[in-house]
């Protein structure tokens, strides 16, 4: 019953059962993987001339990334905060000040 069951159980659970160590389990595995070769994947090359293809793709939309853009949104959008963060402070406080003194002056 035990061999059944073991066969049907993925073997990284079969490695980890008993093993206690990072360095183990990639002992392990590296054996699995030497022992089964198909199990490897072909290293892939990339087709000739994408790598060009992608940098003048890059060089046509200009030196400003997306990633610029949105650091720069981020920048102006935190600067806006902060200029209209003491105005709208002090307008806050001004209106619970009138409040509490509209309350104190009814009662």
Do not use: W
């Amino acid at each position: 019953m035990y061999k059944k069951n073991k066969e049907k159980t993925p073997i990284l659970k079969q490695i980890m059962h008993g093993t206690k160590s990072q360095e183990k389990l990639e002992a392990h595995l590296l054996d699995y993987m030497q022992k089964n070769l198909d199990l490897t994947p072909e290293q892939i090359s990339p087709p000739i001339g994408e790598f060009q293809k992608i940098v003048d793709e890059l060089g046509k939309r200009g030196p400003e990334t997306v990633m610029r853009r949105q650091i720069r949104l981020f920048h102006q959008s935190f600067r806006a905060v902060h200029f209209f963060q003491k105005p709208l402070i002090l307008l806050m406080v001004i209106i619970i000040m009138a409040a509490v003194c509209a309350v104190g002056g009814s009662a």
